[in-house]
């Protein structure tokens, strides 16, 4: 299992001051300057590798959850069953808007699913298929049997989005 890091900034007071020292024989020395308000993260092999080693085993999940999708896929006769529910999924386009100015956003919206779920265990994948400006990121929020809300964070005036929601039918 996947063994989640914290990263923390470096912080110093003042940030981003350094001293360059004349060693005198033709090379200097640079040091950072100030208090260290919060020391940072360290960036070596293990948590570098630690990542690696996330993405390697998401890989593999989804791997295994796809072959498996696929397997039972072919095995359905009945097309409407909830298991082919679940695997193909619903797919849908959003454009949102955002007419508030800086830090304000005001770019959420309802999406209604067409088929409505047993329980409100599915997911919605977003794609950012266009944006007007910087779109921060996709969140959605206020799940129900029948439909979520979906906005942005950032700044643009415009975004579409992509979705897919999956799953929902199996209780």
């Not at 005001?106 to 919605?124: D, G």
Request: charged share 20%; net charge negative; glycine share 10%.
């Amino acid at each position: 299992m996947y063994d989640w890091t914290k990263w923390l900034d470096h912080v110093t007071d003042p940030s981003n001051r350094f001293t360059v020292v004349d060693k005198g024989d033709g090379t200097w020395e640079i040091k950072p300057t100030g208090t260290v308000m919060q020391q940072g993260t360290s960036q070596d092999q293990i948590r570098f590798n630690n990542i690696e080693n996330g993405i390697i085993d998401a890989h593999a999940a989804v791997d295994l959850l796809l072959n498996f999708a696929r397997q039972r896929g072919w095995r359905l006769d009945d097309l409407a069953s909830d298991f082919t529910k679940e695997a193909v999924g619903e797919i849908g386009t959003v454009t949102l808007t955002n007419s508030g100015g800086f830090p304000f956003n005001n770019s959420q919206v309802s999406r209604s699913l067409v088929t409505a779920r047993s329980t409100v265990n599915y997911i919605v994948i977003p794609e950012i298929t266009a944006a007007v400006g910087n779109p921060g990121e996709i969140v959605i929020s206020d799940k129900l049997v029948n439909g979520f809300k979906i906005a942005f964070t950032g700044s643009a005036t415009s975004v579409t989005v992509k979705y897919k929601v999956i799953g929902g039918f199996l209780v």
